[in-house]
């Protein structure tokens, strides 16, 4: 992806033979209630598992605990208390280094770019965004994992 670039703006992702559904689950980490159980139920009726979390060291607990289900993409909030979606990516890409990551938040798109810095260019959705916009780029990122 290019330099300072998040989302469909710059897709990264190469076509590669799809992975099976049941071997890639989704870690889904949101403060907010509603949207979490929203983005669980289109995550899901997109046809991926589904682990959820309510802000970055609850997901991180989740990730330590978990001893099967391959998580492959990370659906996470930028803005978090305890830890941000950042910085739980970074965390988990040192143990995940495949890790699909998808960012989604309120604040506009430059102001994520420079938190992310020039290393880290996760995919990204601005809220408010459709059912259609989180579905298609679970698909393109499951394809990518």
Known sequence: MGAGC???FCPKTQAREAHPIETITVLLVE????LLEFFSTVVRRVGYPVLIAQNGLEALNLVKAQLSPRIAILLSDVAM???GGIQLAESLRQTH??????LTSG???NKVT???GPKFQPEFLAKPFSVSELSGMIRMLAQAA
Request: glycine content about 4%.
């Open 6 to 8: 998040l989302a469909a």
């Open 31 to 34: 403060h907010d209630r509603t």
């Open 81 to 83: 208390p305890y830890m």
């Open 97 to 102: 280094p495949g890790l699909q990551v998808l």
């Open 107 to 109: 604040l506009p798109l």
């Open 114 to 116: 420079n938190l992310c």
